[in-house]
């Protein structure tokens, strides 16, 4: 019987409550449409975008291990143009990037990182902001128009603000 079949033939789930294989159908297609996009977010880091100042990023000055941060993007473009912000990250315990769609926050696209959350030491992170016109931009970007994720690792703030204190003796 073909899996299309099973799914829309509610009683070969209802059979049989314990097998796991009535329910596979539906855990592969959640799993096949986890991204909107069709690009692996790996292959954009060897895109080279154009270099625009309607998308723009300020790193923040330090991650710490044990408090939540937020993440924004500033988008200068107008709101019925934007097809998706969306944010990819990942810390040094992931394998695979995390996206998330940015939801627009009082002139802003942000994002809540949340270390108690997610663990790892560090955090990688780059956006893409796609337009209805097929338009793709990434922020960070380096000169040539490569992307090039943000590197931070999380530290800790009694040790953070203990060293800023001693540098300004």
Do not use: C
């Not at 909107?36 to 998308?55: I, K, M, Q």
């Not at 993440?71 to 990942?90: A, G, H, N, T």
């Amino acid at each position: 019987m073909s899996i299309l079949r099973r799914l829309a033939d509610s009683r070969s789930i209802n059979q049989n409550p314990d097998s796991v294989l009535g329910f596979l159908p539906i855990l592969l297609t959640g799993t096949l449409w986890q991204s909107e996009t069709a690009v692996p977010p790996e292959s954009f880091l060897t895109y080279t975008f154009l270099n625009t100042p309607s998308v723009f990023h300020t790193e923040p000055e330090v991650l710490f291990t044990n408090r939540p941060q937020y993440i924004d993007l500033f988008v200068e473009f107008p709101k019925k143009e934007l097809e998706s912000v969306r944010l990819y990250f990942q810390t040094d315990s992931m394998m695979v990037w995390q996206e998330i769609h940015l939801k627009y926050f009082r002139g802003r696209y942000r994002y809540l990182f949340d270390p108690n959350i997610i663990p790892g030491t560090k955090l990688e992170y780059f956006f893409i902001v796609t337009l209805n016109n097929f338009s793709i931009y990434a922020e960070p970007i380096d000169e040539n128009g490569i992307l090039s994720p943000v590197q931070k690792p999380f530290m800790d703030p009694v040790k953070y603000y203990k060293a800023k204190l001693k540098s300004r003796q």
